[in-house]
Nanobody, 119 residues
Framework: QVQLVESGGGLVQAGGSLRLSCVLG????????MGWFRQAPGKQREWVAK???????EYADSVKGRFTISRDTARNTVYLQMSSLKPEDTAVYYC?????????????WGQGTQVTVSS
């Protein structure tokens, strides 16, 4: 059974930093891509960053230069280091894993962690 558990959210002032973590639990899969999404109140969920099994990273333009995604393969954990935070970064942040499970590609989501940036 695959589980994704996020942590690290909280309240921070504008200009501050936070680091989110996402632990991938379970077995019987191969990680294809892991990423972060966010959803602000009244808005659609949007993609933030991703990292593939070759450690290639990509970022949304809105966070490029401020956020860094990384992974610790040994711990099956993906991180999102967020710096120079802005009030518009306020959202629930979700971790997503695209996994190869027995030859089938499947997406899994975490429960989300709240990030609030005060002005």
């Amino acid at each position: 059974q695959v589980q994704l558990v996020e942590s690290g959210g909280g309240l921070v002032q504008a200009g501050g930093s936070l680091r989110l973590s996402c632990v991938l639990g379970g077995n019987g899969f191969v990680v294809n891509v892991m990423g972060w999404f966010r959803q602000a109140p009244g808005k659609q969920r949007e993609w933030v960053a991703k990292i593939d099994r070759y450690e290639t990273t990509e970022y949304a333009d809105s966070v490029k230069g401020r956020f860094t995604i990384s992974r610790d393969t040994a711990r099956n954990t993906v991180y999102l280091q967020m710096s120079s935070l802005k009030p518009e970064d306020t959202a629930v942040y979700y971790c997503k894993a695209a996994l190869n499970v027995g030859g089938t590609l499947r997406d899994f989501w975490g429960q989300g962690t709240q990030v609030t940036v005060s002005s």
